[in-house]
T-cell receptor, first 112, second 114 residues
Framework: DTEVTQTPKHLVMGMTNKKSLKCEQH?????MYWYKQKAKKPPELMFV???????INESVPSRFSPECPNSSLLNLHLHALQPEDSALYLC???????????FGPGTRLTVT | GESVGLHLPTLSVQEGDNSIINCAYS??????FIWYKQESGKGPQFIID?????DKRQGQRVTVLLNKTVKHLSLQIAATQPGDSAVYFC?????????????FGTGTQLKVEL
């Protein structure tokens, strides 16, 4: 299996909702990442997990809460989001943090 | 501040021609560079990478050139095909806060004309 999968593909949520994004890989990668991408812009790093421990948090607001339950899974918990948080959320993984990253297809999030 | 940027936002080429996508970087401490291709509605796809101790690397129909003197990176695509139409991002890696961080450039839209 050489894929990074993300669910759901699309998500619409209100500003008072709580939802979670899920990312999974079975390539044995020990580094996983969350990125946010706005239309016609490059991906922006949000979080980096290395060996299931958070190693980088790019000053992301606390309404985004990452979780790495095991080496194959990465979640992003969402609460009290704002409309400007609407974007494509990408998950990536790599063998280690200093190797090339492989991206999933993303979750298109719309906050109403 | 330090940044990774691209010279051209849109590049149009005829099918069969060679494409050259350029990228300027300003962080001399970056040791690793990657080119990604992103098709509409998809996540970025790894194309090719190069480490700072190299000046050229070739893949299948693609070549990456690194000029550290002028901090310039380029991606050459030979015999461009319609399937090459996408946005291309260069990315640089640098160590930060105990981990390695990948910073993406602004992207170039490649359009292949039949």
């Amino acid at each position: 299996d050489t894929e990074v999968t993300q669910t759901p593909k699309h998500l619409v949520m209100g500003m008072t909702n709580k939802k979670s994004l899920k990312c999974e890989q079975h390539m044995g990668h020990r580094a996983m990442y969350w990125y946010k991408q706005k239309a016609k812009k490059p991906p922006e790093l949000m979080f980096v997990y290395s060996y299931e421990k958070l190693s980088i948090n790019e000053s992301v607001p606390s309404r985004f809460s990452p979780e790495c339950p095991n080496s194959s899974l990465l979640n992003l918990h969402l609460h009290a989001l704002q409309p400007e948080d609407s974007a494509l959320y990408l998950c990536a993984s790599s063998t280690r943090v200093d190797y090339e990253q492989y991206f999933g297809p993303g979750t298109r999030l719309t906050v109403t | 501040g330090e940044s990774v940027g691209l010279h051209l936002p849109t590049l149009s080429v005829q099918e069969g021609d060679n494409s050259i996508i350029n990228c300027a970087y300003s962080n001399s401490a970056s040791d690793y560079f990657i080119w990604y291709k992103q098709e509409s509605g998809k996540g970025p796809q790894f194309i090719i990478d190069i480490r700072s101790n190299m000046d050229k690397r070739q893949g299948q129909r693609v070549t990456v050139l690194l000029n550290k003197t002028v901090k310039h990176l380029s991606l050459q695509i030979a015999a461009t095909q319609p399937g090459d139409s996408a946005v291309y991002f260069c990315a640089e890696r640098k160590e930060e806060g105990g981990g390695n961080k990948l910073t993406f450039g602004t992207g170039t839209q490649l359009k292949v004309e039949l």
